[in-house]
């Protein structure tokens, strides 16, 4: 079945630096792939999203492209603030076929000052 | 503004007593979800649903329950059949079950007492 892998956390970064969260998936079809983010107590919140190989999504500074020949979605910002402390899940869901969206694991971000 | 609307924020239940959460959407949406998360972990999938009067179960359905007589309406009971019931449970919904996104709910923080 479909399945996202996401680097492990929790991850400490001092402001103004650079991030990097990695994300793997495996699927039988052709997935769109997302990141969301959750901070303390509360949902969700779509992140960026990409639909096609080699698109790159990107919000608020947050990039990641859409790789089909790696099967990877690397989540990317060049200089990480305070206010990016949160959790971070990428997920994928099939296009080609009705089924649920698939999450990874989630990695917890650290931002200090 | 249209959205998703999880209540309430905070329950608490006593042992043995069955509880119902409430996830309303007026986005239109056609396929509803609800996840748990417990601390410092991912989502997992308790309940999803296509569309009116049909869901499926997840990866840990036992001791829970859904209903989706509306479009708009989705609750999960969790009944006491349910082990461990202390989590935080999120509803989402997307415009379908392929390739879409999945917008989520504020959550219900639900303790057993």
């Known amino acids: 079945g479909d399945s996202v892998t996401q680097m492990e956390g929790p991850v400490t970064l001092s402001e103004e630096a650079f991030l990097t969260i990695n994300c793997t998936y495996t699927?039988?079809?052709?997935?769109?792939l997302f990141w969301y983010v959750q901070y303390p107590g509360e949902g969700l919140q779509l992140l960026l999203k990409?639909?096609?190989?080699?698109d790159k999504g990107s919000n608020k500074g947050f990039e990641a492209t859409y790789r089909k020949e790696t099967t990877s979605f690397h989540l990317e910002k060049g200089s990480v603030q305070v206010s990016d402390s949160a959790v971070y899940f990428c997920?994928?869901?099939?296009?080609?076929?009705?089924?649920?969206?698939?999450f990874g694991p989630g990695t917890s971000l650290s931002v200090i000052p | 503004d249209g959205g998703i609307t999880q209540s309430p924020k905070y329950l608490f239940r006593k042992e043995g007593q069955n509880v119902t959460l409430s996830c309303e959407q007026n986005?239109?949406?056609?396929?509803m979800y609800w996840y748990r998360q417990d601390p410092g972990q991912g989502l997992r999938l308790i309940y999803y649903?296509?569309?009116?009067?049909?869901?499926q179960k997840g990866d840990i359905a036992e001791g829970y329950s859904v209903s989706r007589e509306k479009k708009e309406s989705f609750p999960l009971t969790v009944t006491s059949a349910q082990k461990n019931p202390t989590a935080f449970y999120l509803c989402?919904?997307?415009?379908?079950?392929?390739?879409?996104?999945?917008?989520f709910g504020q959550g219900t923080r639900l303790t057993v007492v």
């Open positions: 989402a919904s997307s415009i379908q079950l392929s390739g879409t996104e999945a917008f």
């Open positions: 699927a039988t079809g052709y997935p769109s």
């Open positions: 990409a639909t096609n190989s080699d």
């Open positions: 997920a994928l869901s099939e296009k080609t076929s009705y089924d649920k969206v698939i």
């Open positions: 986005l239109n949406h056609d396929a």
């Open positions: 649903s296509q569309i009116v009067n049909d869901f």
